[in-house]
């Protein structure tokens, strides 16, 4: 078995046992998520850093609610660097890792 790219307790414990919150909060970043990660690929193709930064910015309370603690540094420098338009060079590889991970964790999270 694949280790687990994702961490609930956290979830869980805001849930305080409802697992139907659990299971919504988890379809919610199922829907929302790929999206944000579009807005990103499709704002560094055009070079639209207004648009990766904001992108970047909304999916951050998910990813560490969900406890995908690998790419918490990932989307923070994607998002720093769009923001102050530096190191712009570093963002698609960066993008390119959070993508990754991310289908990955929506795989692993479709399959609960």
Known sequence: TTDKLYNL???????????DFVHKMI??????????????SAGLQI???EEVKSAAHKMKPSLDMMGINSVHTTI???????????????????YFKLEEILQSV???LRAI
Request: aromatic share 6%.
């Open 106 to 108: 929506f795989e692993q």
């Open 9 to 19: 307790d956290q979830l869980r414990e805001i849930a305080s046992g409802n697992e």
């Open 76 to 94: 923070r420098a994607i998002e720093e660097r769009a923001k102050n338009q530096t190191n712009l060079e570093e963002i698609p590889d960066l």
């Open 27 to 40: 379809n919610m970043f199922l829907d929302v998520t790929p999206e944000l990660l579009n807005r990103i």
């Open 47 to 49: 070079q639209d850093w």
